[in-house]
């Protein structure tokens, strides 16, 4: 399974857009680019998935490049809610269910 | 419609007792999968089952075991328990095996071992 890196954390301000980035360097061509995000030790909560394309939902924008080599979380408008440790991780059939979570990035909002 | 459904939430065991832990799927999910959480070791994969059948198994000892029942739901299991098995365990469900299919979480059942 392709390993992702983040980096440890980040700032942003609310109200701003909070931009993660997630390197997926060795991921293959059936391999999905999945976000998910943890508060303060609850389940961690899906955000958004995708392949190839650019993708959006209510909640969040997932970039990922050409190569898909590596993805952006876009958070548009990001609020004190957003406080979360943010995991990137790759899934492929039919071993999806065993994901592996990395350390994920800290995005602190601030006021 | 109801999320994964994690059950007890917390729970104090004492060193070599056992302990069983249950999560109940959304409705419609055939697939759990397992995953223990501790501050050194981060989010660790545990076990999947999809039809009653363990599918894939990570990297734990015999004495962390699991199983599926005919309507879905999940048990894990844990024998002898150890101080280094305090974690937060939690729960994800999805649909099928597939990759192109959301996982949704559980709230987790936090395990501290005495």
């Known amino acids: 399974d392709a390993k992702t890196t983040q980096p440890p954390s980040m700032d942003c301000a609310e109200g701003r857009a909070a931009n993660l980035p997630c390197n997926h360097s060795?991921?293959?061509?059936?391999?999905?680019v999945y976000w998910y995000r943890q508060i303060h030790s609850q389940g961690p909560q899906y955000i958004i998935h995708?392949?190839?394309n650019n993708e959006t939902n209510e909640m969040a924008s997932l970039i990922i490049t050409e190569d898909r080599k590596s993805s952006t979380l876009i958070l548009p408008h990001a609020t004190l809610r957003d406080t979360a440790v943010y995991y990137c991780?790759?899934?492929?059939?039919?071993?999806?269910?065993?994901?592996?979570f990395g350390d994920g990035t800290t995005l602190t909002v601030k006021p | 419609k109801a999320g994964v459904t994690q059950t007890p939430r917390y729970l104090i065991k004492t060193r070599g007792q056992q302990v069983t832990l249950s999560c109940s799927p959304i409705?419609?999910?055939?697939?759990v999968s397992w995953y223990q959480q501790t501050p050194g070791q981060g989010l660790q994969f545990l076990f999947e089952?999809?039809?009653?059948?363990?599918?894939n198994k990570g990297n734990f000892p015999g004495r962390f075991s699991g199983r599926q029942f005919s309507n879905s739901r999940s048990e894990m299991n844990v024998s002898t328990l150890e101080l280094g098995d305090s974690a937060l365990y939690l729960c994800?469900?999805?649909?099928?095996?597939?990759?192109?299919?959301?996982?949704?979480f559980g709230q987790g059942t936090r395990l501290t071992v005495v």
């Open positions: 994800a469900s999805s649909l099928n095996l597939g990759a192109n299919t959301e996982a949704f």
């Open positions: 060795t991921i293959s061509g059936n391999e999905y």
């Open positions: 995708g392949l190839k």
């Open positions: 991780i790759v899934r492929v059939a039919p071993n999806a269910g065993k994901s592996t």
């Open positions: 409705s419609g999910h055939r697939s």
């Open positions: 089952y999809f039809s009653e059948t363990q599918r």
